[in-house]
């Protein structure tokens, strides 16, 4: 069986298609950013128990240093959101999500029932 020989053009549109793939492989295992990390509900507590901190007579400025500290220890060790599917998985937007589906939900409810209504006040009129 001959052996196929690559020409140095076929070799470089291979490999650069090989860094393409790879390059879209790996931007889904990395970290999502600040914005997710403040969807958290790790955040949302932390911030609450930092406020509570604070009002119990701590100085601003050392109560946001341990704030920052503490949530970049979680960032670099323990938040593990990526774009993989699972970035809507943080606490907010769960919570923002299911609000929006109940809200629509209520809101197709009575746009159905309003429009049932008014249907029958034409038929009533029109006896």
Do not use: W
Not at 82 to 90: A, K, L, N, Q
């Amino acid at each position: 069986m001959p052996k196929r020989t690559f020409s140095m053009q076929e070799d470089d549109e291979l490999r650069k298609k090989r860094i393409l793939n790879v390059i879209y492989k790996e931007q889904y295992r990395l970290k999502l950013g600040v914005v997710y990390l403040v969807c958290t509900g790790f955040n949302i507590l932390a911030l609450l128990i930092f406020y509570l901190i604070h009002k119990s007579g701590l100085a601003f400025d050392f109560t946001a240093l341990i704030y920052m500290a503490t949530i970049t220890i979680y960032y670099k060790f323990v938040f593990n959101l990526t774009r993989d599917g699972r970035h809507f998985d943080s606490f907010m937007l769960k919570f923002l999500s299911e609000l929006s589906a109940k809200t629509d939900k209520k809101l197709r409810e009575n746009l159905k029932s309003n429009s049932a209504i008014k249907l029958t006040k034409q038929e009533d009129e029109n006896f």
